[in-house]
């Protein structure tokens, strides 16, 4: 299968690769997929007090795509508000990278990755009430 | 310095041999003619080589020249063989024994078999790979006519015991075929010590061209009757009809006759690069696990899954080195290899497994290249992987409940 130019820059030069404190109050981390489906991303975000996503970090074990896919994601969210985050479809990623449709799939993990971080995060802050 | 890109996938096909191609060539330009043409020196000539290549390839598998029925490859031996047995002996019983493991060719012919009304058990496979011959005596009932079990497995490369399979197909009077086209060439292969009533090869899997395979159909004790599958001109003593590819089969020929004599050094050559490659693996890596039996293998094989990091992903960045994998997302069905989940390897680590195919063109420096650029792109992709980190953590994955609609 051929990657488009930029699948393969995500894959060589990874962003934002690496974890950010789990239990930190100011940090969402998101763990979407299956190992048995050959996909697990793992999305984290830090949010400062204005509400905006200073931080991000990710981790991915999955193919070429599924890795560009959180890649760009972690750098799209970066400097958002929640939600401006929230506004990023899987289409956009698709996009973005030239993801062929057999590779849709990731675009939308990557999607569900943002999402379950934020949701992580405003249950942290639900929680505090 | 290697020159890249490394070819080390040799069970799908492999390299045509020089010495193969100066065989052909004159039967690819000077002397064209027809085998079947009997009337002229053109197809006296291409008659004569076709039966030199033709004891050739016995020679290779210990059977008589009159035994081998040319074909255009695997899948139509195995497709010869499976439904030529069962149409000829319908009258006689319907059902046919495999196993699960078998190549697409021989299961989904099966599959056709059964739409027709015959019943077909396929037979587990152990973590190993191999049959249980338990298993296989008590599948055998009065209604039995054959066996197909292959000899080496094209992903695993685990090799069955194809003598005593043949013995019990024999005691039990039911035909026994077996799919040899990854042993045939490459490790001892010989039809009458290995009680082998029918047996299908493929000359591009032993540096011959593509386009060309051949079924070994015995002739006495028993003598196996198909009923054949392409109707015409009644070529290959009814069994195949068609104008033969003389210039594939000279080159088939030529194949078996190197593989024959190089067989001993060569199987030796290949295994020592194996173990080579396996052992550098293993001491840089943890958290590796081969696929199938370690010793009753091919030489050439090593089928290998690298824990927490998925396969499509290590191909790309081992990306000048031709190999496969087992994982979902380098075929179209978005299914893990069957085979691997037979021998009960989890989705997981199926997701995760390369298949290397050392060859005879690979050099000790290759392998080593090999091994070197696995380990710094595993190294790599484990760094980026969660689930390398959460092992690493201590946490149990098995444990985790996986969410996979967010």
Known sequence: ?129 | MVKLPIYMDNHATTPLDPRVLDAMMPFLTDKFGNAASRNHKFGWDAEEAVENARKEIAALIGADPREIVITSGATESDNLAVKGVAWMYREKGDHIITAVTEHKAILDTCKHLEKEGFRVTFLPVDNKGFVDLDDLRKAITDKTILISIMTANNEVGVVQDVKEIGKIARERGVLFHTDAVQAAGKIPFNVNEMNVDIASMSAHKLYGPKGVGALYVRRRSPRVLLTPIIDGGGHERGMRSGTLNVPGIVGFGKAAKIAREDLAKESTEMLRLREKLRTTLERELDELYINGDLHKRLPGNLNMSFAYVEGESLLMGINDIAVSSGSACTSASLEPSYVLKALGVGEDLAHTSIRFGIGRFNTEEEVDYVAGRVIEVVRRLRELSPLYEMAKEGIDLKSVHWATEA
């Not at chain 1, 890795?67 to 990623?93: F, H, M, P, Q, R």
């Not at chain 1, 996009?95 to 990755?113: F, G, M, N, Y």
């Open chain 1, 1 to 129: 299968m051929a990657y488009s130019d930029k699948v393969i820059d995500h894959y060589n030069n990874p962003r934002n690769v690496g974890a950010l404190p789990k239990e930190d109050p100011s940090v969402g981390t998101g763990l979407v997929g299956a190992p048995e489906c050959g996909d697990v991303m793992k999305l984290q975000i830090k949010v400062n007090e204005s509400g905006v996503i200073e931080d991000a970090k990710f981790k991915t074990f999955g193919c070429g795509s599924a890795i560009a896919s959180s890649s760009l994601a972690t750098e799209w969210v970066k400097g958002k508000t929640l939600t401006e985050a929230l506004a990023i479809k899987n289409t956009d990623i698709v996009k973005e990278l030239s993801l062929p449709p057999v590779k849709i799939h990731c675009s939308v993990l990557a999607e569900d990755a943002i999402k379950a971080a934020i949701t992580d995060w405003k249950k942290k802050h639900e929680e505090k009430g």
